[in-house]
């Protein structure tokens, strides 16, 4: 198990907890709406300013003891006591579906080799008991015998506490909402290459508030793809493995012009969204083009409260997106995609908002059409609250990293100077590579980072 030491970046107060108590001092910040406090930190390897620890520091590692253990026949479950009093089912057909010995389990690859074709979804057990290792055997009714470790079946119980636990260790799906209070924590681009903690510690800040800062790259093209290297391996798309954002003629992209950028999600013509985004400031204008970011999740959280109708309409309706041209090759794309994304449990899982590349084609019944233009402009009159929006500068060796499904950036319009232009290159990742490293990193290094 980790703790998230998250919330104590963003409340300061809160010192080394349990995971539980981070996550519900993250869920208590969500519901508090905008930012109780500045958040303002840089991500060193150790700690970060006002000495408060990055990143996710380690528990005691718990051995859970088993007491007794018993089948219940007639539920077709087994049921574990613990030595802590406390109480785990598991269905028969689970435990046989997940039998780790060899026969049925590759255990350098750890995946499954038990064929479903031969699984008895409706098998009994013979015998369960506790060896004196402390394990839990069943066996079987074909006298195939499962032994199971205590810690690996306590991590996968089946309560409601264990289970949402278990996806919060596998998926960091707490966010640290925040407004324009916020201070973009910041981390030092060589360490980041070259530190597994410092890389860890960046990661986990990229997870749960949405962007960080990284100084001091070299002012040069390559490498917002050396830092991808870290992680994995770029998205390749229409634009390239990487792309130039730079004044161009016959501009093929809002971006590649020095007009102002409304706020925007990359690439909602894209059924499959880039999760993460990349961008290293190589020239900066001689007059404006400062960038803007506002944090998605909480303003559509924002307008759930503000205005349910709109919510609902725009986490229900699909809207077509397109994007055409030529670049790494032609393209000629289209999309239907929900403005705000929600899993089953209703909980914001991304956003996809591009005013430039919004359809003309709005496929909708002509009784939905004001409703959701209603819905849209409710929506983003909250993002450009100016309570809401972060406004900064990058420099030349700048790059910041975000998660694109869930910040909605902009740019102001600029002059360049004729001899240097302002010039950006970008990159885009998936959050599947992302969150793969960081779980690579935390198992490599442990989570005291």
Avoid at 41 to 58: D, F, I, M, W
Avoid at 271 to 286: E, K, R, S
Wanted: hydrophobic share 40%.
């Amino acid at each position: 198990m980790w703790m998230s030491t998250f919330a104590r970046l963003a409340l300061p107060a809160l010192q080394r907890s349990t995971s539980a108590v981070a996550c519900q001092a993250l869920r208590a910040c969500r519901r508090a709406g905008p930012a109780a406090a500045p958040l303002s930190y840089r991500l060193t390897p150790v700690q970060l300013r006002g000495q408060h620890t990055l990143g996710s520091a380690s528990l005691p590692v718990a051995c859970h003891s088993v007491r007794h253990v018993r089948a219940l026949d007639e539920e077709r479950l087994m049921e574990v006591e613990w030595e802590d009093g406390g109480h785990s089912l598991y269905p028969f057909t689970w435990l046989r579906d997940n039998c780790q010995c060899p026969l049925c389990t590759l255990q350098s690859a750890q995946a499954r080799t038990l064929l479903l074709s031969d699984l008895d979804i409706h098998t009994g057990v013979d015998v369960v008991e506790v060896t004196n290792d402390n394990k839990v055997s069943v066996v079987w009714p074909d006298q195939h015998i499962s032994v199971f470790d205590a810690e690996w079946l306590k991590k996968r119980c089946f309560s409601p506490a264990s289970r949402q636990a278990m996806q919060e260790e596998l998926f960091l799906n707490e966010h640290y909402y925040w407004d324009s209070k916020l201070h973009i924590p910041t981390a030092d681009y060589q360490e980041v290459l070259h530190d597994d903690k410092a890389a860890l510690a960046w990661l986990y800040a990229l997870r749960r508030v949405g962007i960080v800062f990284l100084k001091g790259a070299p002012a040069e093209r390559g490498h917002v793809a050396r830092l991808a290297e870290r992680i994995g391996y770029l998205r390749l798309t229409f634009y390239g493995h990487t792309w130039q954002v730079q004044d161009k003629p016959m501009a093929n992209n809002v971006a590649y012009t020095s007009g102002k950028l409304s706020l925007h999600t990359d690439y909602p013509a894209l059924h499959f969204t880039p999760g993460v985004q990349f961008l290293h400031c190589i020239n900066q204008a001689m007059k404006g083009g400062e960038s803007e970011v506002v944090d998605g999740f909480h303003m559509a959280e924002q307008l759930r409260r503000e205005d349910p109708e709109a919510f609902q309409t725009l986490s229900s309706l699909r809207v077509d997106f397109t994007d055409t041209g030529t670049d790494y090759c032609d393209f000629m794309l289209q999309s239907k995609n929900r403005i705000i994304d929600v899993d089953t449990e209703g909980r914001v899982v991304r956003i996809n908002y591009n005013n430039a590349t919004r359809d003309s084609v709005l496929d909708l019944p002509l009784h939905q059409v004001q409703p959701f233009y209603r819905a849209l402009k409710a929506y983003v009159d909250i993002l450009t609250r100016p309570e809401n929006v972060v406004t900064y500068r990058m420099e030349p060796g700048d790059i910041v990293t975000f998660d694109n499904w869930r910040l909605l950036h902009g740019r102001r319009s600029y002059v360049s100077r004729p001899e240097a232009l302002r010039h950006l290159e970008g990159a885009y990742l998936d959050w599947d590579e992302v969150m793969s490293r960081l779980r690579i990193l935390r198992r490599a290094v442990g989570d005291d980072v």
